[in-house]
């Protein structure tokens, strides 16, 4: 939100590209860690990577269509879900390591085509800026009149 409320949507867009990133890189890093103690650092550091980019992505979701978000959240929670499903049959197929390089790769890609995502009404991180926002006016107390003071 802070990046939100200095650069607008392109803020919000330039965290997601970061964290996913991030993400992708510490799958990567994990693929080749040696020892058991590193991998679960490793592994931490990706699951904060990985809830971040999640929250991230929930704190664009309603600006795509604002009467459909409960439907676009559905969307991209089925995303997650067909991801798992993916790499899982990777997982199956693949050795471990192959397995992770594909994942982290594929994460880093995502984060390449987060560059790409338009808003209608927001910037975009490349073009574009965000339309100005309506505030509603609030009832304002009327200010008494020097003359009705003095009665």
């Given at each position: 939100?802070?990046?939100n409320a200095?650069?607008?949507?392109?803020?919000?867009?330039?965290?997601?590209?970061v964290l996913l990133a991030a993400e992708g890189a510490m799958v990567l890093v994990f693929a080749n860690t040696g020892t058991l103690a590193g991998a679960i650092v490793v592994m931490v550091?990706?699951?904060l990577f990985v809830q971040s980019a999640e929250g991230s992505t929930y704190g664009i979701v309603p600006y795509v269509d604002p009467p459909s978000t409960g439907s676009i959240s559905g969307i991209v929670g089925a995303g997650g879900n067909s991801g798992?499903?993916?790499?899982?049959?990777?997982f199956r197929q693949l050795g471990y390591k192959d397995a992770f390089i594909i994942?982290?790769?594929?994460?880093?890609?995502?984060?390449?085509?987060?560059?790409?995502?338009?808003?209608?009404?927001?910037?975009?991180?490349l073009w574009g800026e965000d339309a100005p926002v309506e505030t509603k006016?609030?009832?304002?107390?009327?200010?008494?009149?020097?003359?009705?003071?003095?009665?």
């Open positions: 939100d802070k990046a200095s650069m607008g949507m392109r803020g919000r867009l330039i965290v997601q590209t550091i990706f699951s798992a499903v993916g790499f899982g049959l990777g994942m982290g790769c594929t994460i880093l890609g995502s984060s390449v085509t987060t560059v790409l995502i338009s808003i209608k009404g927001h910037a975009s991180m006016s609030t009832l304002a107390v009327p200010a008494k009149a020097d003359d009705e003071d003095e009665a």
